[in-house]
């Protein structure tokens, strides 16, 4: 006669009476410290634990690892099992099935932990008066640097990059050849990243 165990809509295969029987006297010797007992009952029930694992975490690695923690449970608890109140199999299958439940959940607590770090630290919080203030900061120091330049110098960097013109336009609006405006710019720059403090 097959019987069927069903924990949490998962349906495992037994094999029988005689065989769950055989299973409860098992975890009863396992429970006195009889090891060869212990190795019998896992023989018989790690392919089947095996699977009811596997089928709910699907990842293999994680289903032996929780297969060992299963037996590791069952070689603890023995004592704690009572043949008169159920059968040794489904005791057996019910401590698989809560383990895998447990790596489930941790598993799911791992992502959501990581989601909501992750989401912390691109999330990262805009400081705009901090901003504000070193630009003002910068803005101070650039208009300090420039009034420190020669006034052609600086007539023709404001025109060029605050005015927008080019250096042919410059040089129509100052009156001065295109060469010289060029000149005015290159050693304008220069001093500026001098006063600045700018290297390279």
């Known amino acids: 006669m097959l019987v069927r165990v069903v924990i949490d809509g998962v349906e495992v295969p037994e094999e029988g009476t005689d065989a769950v029987d055989h299973v409860a006297r098992l975890l009863v010797r396992t429970a006195a410290g009889d090891d060869e007992a212990f190795a019998r009952?896992?023989?018989?029930?790690?392919g089947r634990v095996f699977g009811l694992i596997l089928r709910?975490?699907?990842?293999?690695?994680?289903?032996?690892e929780v297969l060992q923690e299963v037996f590791l449970e069952v070689w603890q608890s023995a004592d704690r099992f009572a043949?008169?109140?159920?059968?040794?199999?489904?005791?057996v299958l019910t401590i698989a099935h809560r383990r895998a439940v447990d790596r489930v959940r941790s598993a799911q607590s791992t992502t959501d932990r990581d989601r909501r770090i992750g989401a912390r630290d691109v999330d990262v919080p805009h400081d705009g008066v901090a901003e504000q203030v070193e630009l003002r900061i910068e803005s101070g120091r650039v208009v300090r640097a420039l009034a420190a330049l020669p006034d052609p110098q600086r007539e023709a960097i404001t025109l060029a990059y605050f005015g927008g013109y080019?250096?042919?336009e410059i040089a129509?609006?100052?009156g001065a050849p295109l060469g010289t405006v060029k000149t005015r710019m290159r050693d304008g720059l220069s001093r500026l990243r001098t006063e600045m403090g700018v290297t390279a």
């Open 56 to 64: 709910m975490l699907v990842d293999r690695a994680q289903s032996e």
């Open 166 to 168: 080019s250096q042919s």
């Open 172 to 174: 129509a609006l100052v």
């Open 41 to 46: 009952l896992y023989d018989m029930l790690a």
């Open 83 to 91: 043949p008169n109140k159920g059968q040794g199999r489904a005791w």
